[in-house]
């Protein structure tokens, strides 16, 4: 009866806001498109499809809310105007109560909140529709305090997205069998994404690995603060964290009155996100404004102080090379290479002509080259290609959609800080030393490095091995077999030192080449 309710509820928003139309209007037959045309009299449809769109998922609730929000990365599926306005949804909601998330604290460690923390603020400083978060200070082991954030999950949660998503699931199955759109647009295969990504964020724990991940792998550098997770009082629906102070980066103002220096902010942005893919392949890709602050604090002054750990994208080392050949090719021109990069991919059918897949290419990458290198955005240049791509049945892999929207948002917060700013000159060092590291010595020093272990295991079962084999002929035969043995190794010396020989050409030839690419690759 609920699930009824809240399909009939579903049903009359996208009457209200005209969403029927915009789904009939997309079919084929004239019958259909007629009906769309009956339908919308007497309703007030003057707004742009957008807008009645991203309104509507608002009237619906927090989910669909989140899927607009997952939607709005999809412009390589999406029409311009409606990805543009899906974007503009925010994630506000109102927070639920301080006694159901004392309980929900008290619950997941069994024990009352007194003896957790020393004071817990009722007010939540943030409320989005997963999750809200508290101020606390931490009664730690030895006595001491230590100010601590605490995460607590909206309670039945899941339940209302698992519900949410069956009538979304259903949906999608009617417009992918009935819309001319349908299979081109994929809805069943966004829709799986969209449950991927809300149950990841639904564990905390998960979260809480991301987060301690990332602090990791950025130590050292020197340019970004992320809370610590504090393991014992982690669980799925609550998580206990560092609590970070700073300046949100969205107040540009009051950063540069307290002395920050906004151009080194947004190359420190920009450096930061490009060690995270080309160094690690491991990123966090939710960096817009709101999930930002910068340190002001004198120890860390100036550094970013990064939050909220839900979504990470991770990318293997194929996925690394696709993109660091693809940048470099298109600042040199070479649409051809670019288009090859598809194909060989494996993204595009092996029978789809270069010359034409060259030719699109080189429509949407061409009038870049008309504007200053620092106008130029790579997310905008990626979505293009993605969207060129459709048309010759390309397979974008969703990890590359993730990037494409992280480095979108990248973008478009460091130009706020530094309209002046080029990415390229910032990405091009990552790009360099990556391809350096793929074609020179380095690469073949780690494949050996990698492949110690197991040369380490088999030479202590030589001696054995040998042993065996020369007592393998029992019947006499042990000095033939041992001459020919002897033989063996005799050609297996000549093999080793032709080996060693060819290596030291190798390594030399790298060398070579490596100066050659830092020479004329850029």
């Known amino acids: 009866m609920t699930r009824l309710l809240r399909a009939t509820y579903i049903a009359w928003v996208a009457l209200r806001y005209g969403l029927d139309e915009l789904v009939l209007t997309s079919f084929q037959h004239p019958g259909v498109r007629l009906v769309a045309r009956i339908a919308s009299v007497g309703r007030d449809l003057s707004a742009p499809r957008g807008q009645r769109l991203r309104e509507a998922l608002q009237q619906l609730g927090p989910i669909f809310v989140k899927f607009g929000q997952v939607l709005s990365t999809r412009r390589d599926l999406l029409p311009a105007d409606i990805a543009d306005e899906l974007a503009l949804l925010q994630d506000r909601v109102p927070p639920f109560p301080a006694e159901v998330a004392i309980t929900t604290i008290e619950h997941a460690f069994r024990k009352p909140i007194g003896e957790i923390f020393t004071s817990f603020e009722r007010e939540p400083v943030a409320s989005a529709s997963i999750a809200q978060v508290h101020f606390a200070t931490l009664r730690e082991p030895h006595g001491g305090e230590r100010e601590a954030a605490v995460k607590v999950l909206r309670p039945g949660m899941l339940k209302v997205i698992d519900q949410d998503l069956d009538l979304i699931r259903t949906m999608a199955g009617w417009i992918e069998r009935l819309s001319a759109d349908g299979k081109r647009l994929k809805p069943r295969e966004v829709v799986a994404e969209f449950d991927k990504y809300l149950h990841d964020e639904l564990d905390l724990v998960r979260e809480a690995a991301s987060a301690a991940q990332l602090r990791r792998n950025m130590d050292g550098l020197d340019l970004v603060l992320i809370p610590e997770m504090f393991w014992d009082l982690c669980r799925p629906d609550v998580m206990v964290m560092e609590r970070m102070s700073g ?203 990698a492949q110690a272990p197991y040369y380490a295991r088999m030479l202590p079962d030589l001696p054995r091995l040998l042993h065996g084999y020369l007592q393998r002929d029992a019947a006499g035969d042990a000095r033939r077999e041992l001459r020919e043995l002897l033989a063996e190794q005799r050609r297996a010396n000549r093999g080793l030192r032709a080996i060693a020989w060819a290596g030291v050409g190798f390594a030399l030839g790298m060398l070579a080449m490596q100066a050659l690419v830092r020479a004329h690759l850029f």
């Open 247 to 449: 300046i949100p980066i969205g107040q540009t103002e009051r950063l540069r009155a307290a002395g920050v220096d906004m151009k080194q902010l947004a190359r420190d942005g920009v450096t930061i996100f490009f060690t995270q893919v080309f160094r690690d392949g491991f990123f966090h890709a939710d960096m817009h404004p709101g999930n930002i602050m910068v340190s002001v604090e004198p120890a860390t002054f100036g550094r970013y102080i990064s939050l909220d750990f839900g979504i990470v994208g991770t990318l293997t080392e194929y996925d690394k090379e696709y993109l660091a050949q693809n940048f470099t090719a298109f600042f040199r021109r070479d649409y051809k290479r670019v288009a090859e990069l598809h194909i060989e991919s494996g993204w595009v059918p092996p029978d789809t002509r270069v010359d034409e897949l060259e030719a699109a290419i080189r429509s949407v990458c061409e009038p870049y080259f008309d504007r200053p290198l620092k106008e130029i955005s790579l997310g905008m240049v990626l979505m293009r290609l993605f969207q060129t791509s459709r048309r010759f049945n390309v397979v974008i892999q969703p990890q590359l959609v993730l990037l494409q929207k992280t480095l979108l948002n990248i973008e478009g917060l460091g130009r706020q800080l530094d309209p002046d700013l080029d990415l390229w000159s910032t990405a091009k060092p990552f790009l360099e030393k990556w391809m350096l590291d793929q074609v020179g010595p380095r690469r073949l020093w780690r494949e050996m490095k």
